[in-house]
């Protein structure tokens, strides 16, 4: 069973005929050729590697069809940064070593891009709002700094600038 | 890019090495342009899935591909049969070559008749998308009859057990007894003596990026592998000698980025072998991405050991004796290179680890059973040891009402260098100096205080140390015997035409930042910037001969290599300086910085490394006479002793819930050695990554077999990796004692800090579950069965 669909990821339009059954995450890999979204487990959702931002909202793509996406509005790590401006989360990942091997990285970053929208969250909210994807390489303590890191930059901004590195 | 974010090009003397560069890998990582295999892609390419034993113990009596094959898009079948033209996997080359008696299983890359676990191979189907690899696999119709199977050590001991390997006539694949000064003696006038038994079932590292290869095959070019491989030219070297092919028909690539290894990517698998002769029988590019089931099923099993342990210690604290029966189950020990046994082995050797315990009986059992093969994991063979070892000092504090600070003083090693009653040489260290800084980041007396007054409010505190004296790489000395595979570093420094640099090393990352301080290494001996260097590693047609990325080597062995290769590089670079200056040729009256070579005995003499680059490449004429053209140099490093040995110690506070086993950590204070900090902010990330790793080991992580042999834990709902929520804050402090045996003094930091945690953890639990006495020997700390052992006590009044 094949299907029409028309995904916008990073603003860009990505239409094709897919299978019924084909997973976001494959589409966002095979049919859209962005790598930048990985996949550790076992396409259940476990691993939180895949996790990328569906019209505002942080959804595993190993968990959402590819139909399901049809005129959806996607981001992925690829459309984080404008130009070569990184978004203040990459920066702060960046300074504070919030990733060794990067394979976590883009589950952590659109993430955190969700959770960025609480102004003041404690260690413990943070830590409780990243459990959903696994790092085994930098025992969180950077990346949690990164956060709060990324959180203050935002947060110093004016309004008009902030609401920049939030497209979706 | 690394000096404009970092700035402050005067610190640290100027030298970039000893900074806290943020790393050169991260941009391309950040952005989402990192490339790992998964993400590659070949022309006419297919995809590998492998059909996988639900048994423990089978024999195979028929293999049906028909409905497989008649699944669109199914390109392929293959069994068994189909790979019998290769012969058998193990050879010399990939069997260690350990003191006491080994055996050798001797099988294919897929097994033709009968298979030795839950999720061994049995056969791998071949089509065009990965959706259409799921439904062929699905479709193999095999038909089984299930044979008994032995699971666990105790099962395999049995005088009536089945036997793995029947021509073996036992279950035992290893077995040492390990014997220094006189033990006997040591207990027979010892004041006290402890025995205890400690477990630790399979648990170990698996990366976030599961196994990947990709194998293309044509008939002039040879076979070309992407890998997810830590041992890109020790894999090149054993493919060759299984395909019968040379090693220049081979060239086996990890790529820029590999997600994670932790020892899992340093064998060389079967299904590695499978993906290779797939590519080679079809013609066309095969690539297969192990999914996470397949990866929980097979690989990252380590651990899975039991010490039967005694101490002999005097009343002064001081322990004498260590008599130990280590058990150590191997699997099916059907994994190339280590077959199980190198872990266990190398965690006897350094059993007594920080402490000096002359006298020593230990007696190694390593077993073969139907569980997957034991795969080395971060803390290789030591895990449990370690455990043992730091409970024991515990316990022997316990029983003497000696302070556990102060029994470790007098039990550390305490001069070097020194060599363990094992045979391990410790070059430089100091327990007693990192002991005192761990004491005062957790404030131990005023600690003792807290608790009492805790405890007065019904709460339940404690506090643990750990110990540990962790190797820095293996020297040839070690490597070569027991795998027959070199220790050296390995570096070659090359310029450009344009005065940059390029530095092909031996040591393939896996994320722990290489090329980050290896070209702040060489940025320094050469008066540039680390942006002007460029690394390269990881591909056998660009990288040099080197053994791989194991056990901390880096920071000491390969720095090495590239320290001294930019340093004889150095030398031809200023005599050609001197001779396009026309000054003597004096290499040691040149300085290089920033980006120039300066006269010292007449600065306004210098010349940009750019125009001797520039002159040494393009510009041969110009040289001084007889002098070669080219701007290269390679460096082999050994260094001048059997190893180097960084000195550790760890502080945990727990505070324990009784009525419910579960307990929290309030503080985790590692104090390590890293010899010289060659990038701060690198070492405090392996530092922290290593200890989560522990905590996640020691407190959670369990591949649960059943009595039949299956598996329950194959996917991460059930294997229990720590997420952010489940660890705290992980405190790190310098204590550095740089090695005299390499020019920096430089100590790796990667496998250490993992096997400091369970000492101290459970160390910590039992002190603050010190007035219900229970005793913990059992890994993981799981809050259940910490909840058991309180109620058991309770139950007994």
């Known amino acids: ?168 | 890019m690394v000096s404009a974010v970092n700035g402050g090009g005067e610190m640290n003397g100027g030298k970039w090495v000893g900074r806290p560069l943020k790393r050169k890998e991260d941009r391309r990582l950040l952005v989402g342009e990192g490339q790992y295999v998964a993400d590659l892609k070949l022309p006419r390419m297919v995809y590998a899935g492998f059909v996988r034993s639900p048994h423990a113990h089978a024999k195979i009596l028929g293999i049906d591909a028909t409905r497989a094959l008649a699944v669109p898009g199914v390109v392929a079948v293959m069994t068994g049969r189909d790979f019998a033209e290769y012969g058998p996997i193990l050879s010399d080359l990939s069997v260690p070559k350990l003191p006491g008696e080994t055996k050798r299983p001797i099988f294919s890359a897929l097994p033709v008749d009968e298979v030795g676990y839950v999720g061994d191979l049995v056969a791998v189907v071949i089509a065009k998308d990965k959706y259409a690899v799921e439904d062929g696999v699905d479709a193999v119709d095999v038909e089984y009859e299930p044979l008994p199977a032995v699971i666990e050590i105790a099962d395999a001991l049995k005088p009536d057990a089945p036997l793995v390997y029947p021509e073996w006539g036992d279950n035992v694949v290893y077995h040492q007894h390990l014997v220094a000064g006189d033990a006997d003696a040591a207990f027979a006038n010892a004041d006290h003596v402890i025995e205890e038994r400690f477990t630790c079932p399979r648990n170990g590292a698996s990366p976030m990026e599961t196994r990947a290869a990709i194998a293309s095959y044509g008939a002039a070019e040879g076979l070309t592998v992407w890998l997810t491989t830590q041992r890109s030219h020790i894999k090149r070297h054993l493919l060759a000698e299984y395909f019968k092919l040379p090693d220049n028909q081979i060239r086996v690539i990890a790529p820029m980025d590999v997600g994670g290894g932790f020892g899992v990517k340093a064998p060389l698998y079967r299904e590695d072998i499978a993906v290779c002769a797939m590519a080679m029988k079809l013609r066309r590019p095969v690539k297969w991405v192990e999914n996470r089931q397949e990866n929980l099923l097979n690989i990252g099993q380590e651990r899975d050991q039991i010490h039967e342990m005694a101490i002999a210690f005097t009343q002064d604290g001081r322990i004498t004796g260590l008599r130990d029966r280590m058990y150590a189950n191997c699997g099916d020990a059907r994994v190339p290179i280590y077959i199980g046994i190198a872990m266990p082995w190398l965690g006897m050797m350094y059993l007594t680890n920080a402490y000096d315990i002359p006298n020593l009986d230990v007696d190694l059992t390593c077993v073969v059973s139907h569980k997957a093969g034991l795969t080395p994991s971060r803390a290789f063979g030591s895990f449990t040891g370690r455990f043992a070892i730091d409970r024991m000092v515990d316990l022997a504090a316990k029983q003497l009402g000696m302070d556990i600070v102060e029994i470790r003083r007098r039990n550390a090693i305490s001069k070097f260098p020194h060599v363990t009653a094992a045979g391990v040489y410790c070059d430089s260290g100091d327990f007693d100096g990192a002991i005192t800084k761990a004491c005062e980041a957790i404030d131990y007396p005023g600690f003792r205080k807290l608790q009492s007054d805790a405890r007065a409010e019904g709460r339940y505190l404690g506090v643990g140390f750990s110990l540990g004296l962790e190797f820095s790489g293996l020297s040839s000395q070690i490597l070569v015997p027991m795998e027959r595979q070199p220790g050296f570093g390995v570096a070659t420094v090359r310029f450009d035409a344009n005065g940059n640099v390029q530095l092909a090393h031996g040591d393939q990352p896996q994320g722990q930042g290489h090329d980050t301080v290896l070209s702040q290494v060489v940025a320094d001996e050469l008066g540039i910037t680390p942006d002007d260097v460029r690394v390269i590693s990881g591909d056998t047609q660009s990288a040099p001969f080197a053994a791989g990325t194991l056990a901390s080597r880096m920071a000491s062995y390969t720095v090495s290599a590239a320290y001294y290769a930019a340093q004889g590089l150095r030398k031809k670079m200023a005599s050609i300086a001197a001779h396009l200056l026309g000054v003597p040729d004096e290499p040691e009256a040149f300085a290089f910085a920033g980006g120039e070579a300066v006269w010292t005995r007449d600065p306004t003499k210098r010349l940009t490394v750019a125009r001797i680059a520039e002159t040494a490449l393009l510009a041969p004429t110009e040289l001084p006479p007889g002098m070669e053209g080219g701007l290269e140099n390679t460096s082999h490093f050994e260094a001048d002793a059997p190893g180097m040995q960084s000195t550790n110690v760890h502080a945990v506070i727990v505070e324990a819930f009784p009525d419910t086993g579960r307990y929290k950590i309030l503080r985790y204070v590692a104090v390590d050695d890293s010899g010289l900090a060659l990038n701060p902010l690198i070492v405090r990330g392996q530092v922290q990554g290593g200890i989560a790793l522990g905590i996640s080991n020691a407190c959670f992580e369990q591949f649960h077999y059943t009595a039949d042999g299956q598996q329950t834990t194959a996917s991460l709902a059930e294997y229990l990796m720590a997420s952010s929520a489940d660890l705290p804050h992980i405190e790190t402090h310098e204590h550095n004692v740089p090695t005299p045996h390499n020019p920096l003094g430089s100590k790796g930091k990667g496998e250490g800090p993992t096997g400091m945690v369970p000492g101290a953890l459970g160390n910590a639990l039992e002190d603050a579950l010190g007035p219900f006495d229970v005793r913990i020997t059992e890994l993981p700390m799981t809050y259940e069965r910490i909840w058991r052992l309180v109620d058991a006590r309770r139950r007994a009044g």
């Not at chain 1, 995904?7 to 299978?19: C, K, L, P, Q, S």
């Not at chain 1, 050729?33 to 487990?41: I, R």
């Not at chain 1, 959402?64 to 978004?87: F, K, N, P, S, Y």
């Not at chain 1, 950077?142 to 890191?149: F, M, N, R, T």
């Open chain 1, 1 to 168: 069973m094949k299907r029409d669909v028309a995904i916008t990821i990073n603003g860009e339009r990505h239409e094709a005929t897919v299978d019924h059954r084909l997973l976001l995450v494959d589409f966002i890999r095979e049919n859209a050729a962005l790598t930048g979204t990985h996949q550790g487990c076992g396409y259940e959702g476990r691993c939180g590697m895949c996790t990328i931002i569906v019209d505002g909202v942080a959804v595993k793509s190993c968990l959402m069809l590819a139909v399901q996406a049809d005129g959806c509005q996607v981001l992925t790590i690829e459309g984080l940064a404008r130009g070569d401006t990184l978004h203040p989360l990459q920066h702060a990942f960046w300074e504070k070593h919030g990733l060794q091997c990067g394979f976590c990285t883009p589950g952590m970053l659109m993430t955190a891009y969700e959770y960025l929208k609480d102004p003041d969250p404690s260690e413990e909210a943070i830590r409780e709002g990243l459990k959903g994807v696994l790092c085994r390489c930098t025992g969180y303590v950077g990346i949690v700094d990164a956060v709060k890191q990324a959180i203050a930059t935002l947060e110093a901004m004016p309004a008009a600038e902030r609401a920049k590195w939030f497209p979706l």
